[in-house]
């Protein structure tokens, strides 16, 4: 079953707006990552947190998470039109090399 | 610079028609996956492969079956398609060493099934 759900299903900001997606999960996890999809292509990784980790950067991307709440949120800051993209979580459980996606939220940043 | 190759990038077959999707890589990893994708969900495990090693998601029906003959290919069988399993295919490779790092997706085999 999936593990956990993203939050909003759907987001749509002005460019240079900064976008922020939240992903929960029910079980403990290895770690969590982060990968965009634009329309109609392959996922793209853009950043993984370790359960021992808070928060981690990459550019304009911010990743946190919060193991007590099983929470992560990822923040796009000054967001560009080109980051319109679908974007998922995917939660490493275990030792195992499977990830379980959550739906993803489709974010839509307007020029 | 492509890392993970699928061929084709669309695909059109006839209802019950067998259908072969392939994946190459040339990263050298050695995990292989295979989801599916329907149109605003999230990708589906259907199986992987830890380098020979082949592993079946309890869920992924008998009509999907697939091969790695080596490091780089892996295919994705679909013996006789229904109008349901018209849908992205996505292939994916990842280097376990412990522990999983991110897994690198190929563009996506798009399947229409007439």
């Known amino acids: 079953s999936q593990q956990g759900e993203e939050d909003p299903q759907a987001l749509s900001i002005q460019e240079g707006e900064n976008a922020t997606m939240n992903c929960s999960y029910k079980?403990?996890?290895?770690?969590l990552q982060w990968y965009r999809q634009n329309s109609g292509r392959g996922l793209v990784h853009l950043i993984l947190?370790?359960?021992?980790?808070r928060e981690k950067h990459s550019g304009r991307l911010r990743v946190t998470l919060d193991t007590s709440k099983k929470s992560s949120s990822l923040l796009i800051t000054a967001s560009r039109a080109a980051d319109t993209a679908s974007y998922f979580c995917?939660?490493?459980?275990?030792?195992?090399?499977?990830?379980?996606f959550g739906k993803g939220t489709l974010l839509t940043v307007n020029p | 610079d492509a890392m993970v190759i699928q061929n084709p990038r669309y695909q059109v077959t006839q209802f019950g028609k067998p259908v072969t999707l392939s994946c190459s890589q040339t990263?050298?990893?050695?995990?292989m996956y295979w989801y599916q994708q329907k149109s605003s969900q999230a990708p589906k495990l259907l199986f992987h492969?830890?380098?020979?090693?082949?592993?079946n998601e309890a869920d992924t029906p008998d009509n999907f079956q697939s091969r790695r003959p080596n490091t780089s290919f892996c295919f994705l069988d679909i013996r006789s398609p229904g109008l349901g399993d018209a849908a992205m295919y996505l292939c994916?490779?990842?280097?376990?060493?412990?522990?999983?790092?991110?897994?690198?997706f190929g563009p996506g085999t798009r399947l229409t099934v007439t």
């Open positions: 994916a490779t990842s280097s376990w060493a412990g522990v999983s790092y991110e897994q690198y």
């Open positions: 079980t403990s996890i290895n770690n």
């Open positions: 947190i370790r359960s021992n980790e």
């Open positions: 995917a939660k490493l459980v275990g030792s195992n090399y499977k990830l379980t």
């Open positions: 990263l050298n990893h050695n995990v």
């Open positions: 492969y830890y380098d020979k090693d082949f592993n």
